[in-house]
């Protein structure tokens, strides 16, 4: 059996992951609705797959942090708790992640292991270039795109797509959540 693996990323309508400037987190624009659905997305059993940026990132923040910051929303606390491996040729073991491994090596060989050995699903949240990589290599089954109102010109930051292979998607479900910011869920497949 091969697990489906899944990219999912937040993204403004013009294409960044995030943004500078005054923007907080989720542009702002988080709703119940939002929140809630992201929980139930991260209920299920999965094994998380990160980047060693992502992971220092996501480290850092929750470091950072404070009880009440975007950072500790159920559904980020739930991520963290899942078992997660970490793809990097950099980090050591142990890190400071609750039940998360270094795998060392070529993130398109790790994942393909991966998908292989799994019994739950894989998912990757942000790693944007292991993403593109593992896109390229026909690894990623579903692209979850988190698409808020908002565009970023002067401020985005980290473009999801750059340097991306060409794709063609098939929608495969789409939601609106708060009456605002779309999901939409894609199967990628090379042009």
Known sequence: MTATYTFDVFSSLDGYAAAGGDWTGYWGKQGPELLDHRLALYREEQRMV??????????????ESTEDSDVRDPWV????NLPTTVVSTTLEGPL??????????DAVDVVARLKKESDVPLRSHGSLSMNRALMAAGLVDRVQVTLF????????????????????????E??????????????????
Do not use: C, K, N
């Not at 400071?96 to 090596?105: L, M």
């Not at 789409?174 to 042009?191: C, F, I, K």
């Open 96 to 105: 400071d992640w609750p039940d998360a491994i270094v795998a060392s090596g």
């Open 174 to 191: 789409s939601r609106t959540l708060d009456g605002h910011t779309q999901e939409l869920v894609y199967r990628p497949t090379l042009h």
């Open 50 to 63: 990160f980047g060693a940026t992502t992971y220092r990132a996501f480290a850092q923040m929750t470091a």
């Open 77 to 80: 606390t739930r991520m963290r």
């Open 149 to 172: 109102p908002v565009i970023t010109g002067r401020t985005g930051l980290d473009p999801v797509f750059r340097g991306a292979a060409d794709f063609d998607l098939e929608l495969l």
